[in-house]
């Protein structure tokens, strides 16, 4: 799987852009603030409908335009396929496969495996539960459809339900009508919780080899999925903790209070562990991630790399860069001299400097 080629309108700080892509690494180098992460997000979009920033859609679009659009070609087990998207200032995107309109974001997922790595992912160790959630969610619905599906009717009904805890404190009546909330609750979060668990046992068979690795095997990783909740228990400890719920205006028990912990030789790194194993941990989780999807999609995903480099010892580094060797990746950054002198191939060196992207290479 490889990107071709991406064209912009109307994205951010470009006004139009055609970009065209080669199998292998492209480095998009300047100063900062100069447009180059926009490239990346709109690469991203383009597989997930949603940027990696959180942006909304309108912020997006650039000052003064209503709206933008992201066009994308790639090569897929030898068949090109074309993804569109048109974003609109105050109304729903339209995405377009091939040029097939689609209704739902998940008829997108699983068309194009995208990996996005950057700085502020060497902190999911130490930071709260809301961002390890977020990786699972946004790998599990690339790889799962039905995950996804399972994953948006999950958070519809959690949104219902606590609006109904809210109005029953008014309305005490309408405590019964609970029931069926707590009846779809269950059905679609138990699915999250089995595909969650089949996830992260995946994830650990790969993690430990690779940590072993990054540490000259001094350290050993292991993953737990800490459930806030089984799904033997869930429909016991939903109605035991409904009275809460009631006390706090808000679902206590579920999937969406679910966390990943690690540990290192026996510790929560966590709570415990130095800022390089936080880091080194969170660097085997990424690498991991790259070689468990590559074996679920039978294809390698396109990896995009944001100023990451910067942040890694050369170690860290060496590592990061083999695992680039056989996929597509793209790279931003301020200098490429770390490429130079580890003596990878690199296919292609864009220059982007305020919105204008020139290949140098």
Known sequence: MYINSLELSHYRNYDNLSISFEPGITILYGDNAQGKTNILEAIYMS?????????????IIQFGQEEAHIRLQLTKYDVSHRIDMHLKKNKTKGVAVDGQSIRKSGELFGMIHIIFFSPEDLSIIKNGPSERRRFMNLELCQLNKIYYYNYVNYNKALNQRNILLKQIYF???LEDTLDMWDMYLIEYGRHLIEERELF???????????????????ESI????????????????MGEKRRMDLKYQSTQTGPHRDDICFYINGIDVRKFGSQGQQRTAA???????????????HDTPILLLDDVMSELDSNRKHFLLESMKDIQTIVTCTGYDDFIKSRIHINQIYQVTNGTVDLIQ
Request: hydrophobic share 30%; charged share 35%.
């Open 200 to 218: 992260i046992r995946n994830l650990n068979e790969i993690v430990k080899e690779i940590h072993g690795h990054l540490t000259g095997k001094k």
């Open 283 to 297: 660097l085997s989780l990424k690498l991991a991630e790259i070689e468990l999807v590559k074996s679920l999609i």
């Open 47 to 59: 597989g997930t409908t949603k940027s990696h920033r959180g942006t909304k859609d309108r912020d």
């Open 171 to 173: 309305k005490p009546e």
């Open 222 to 237: 292991e993953i737990g999925y800490e459930k806030n909740v089984s799904v033997e228990e869930y429909e016991n400890i």
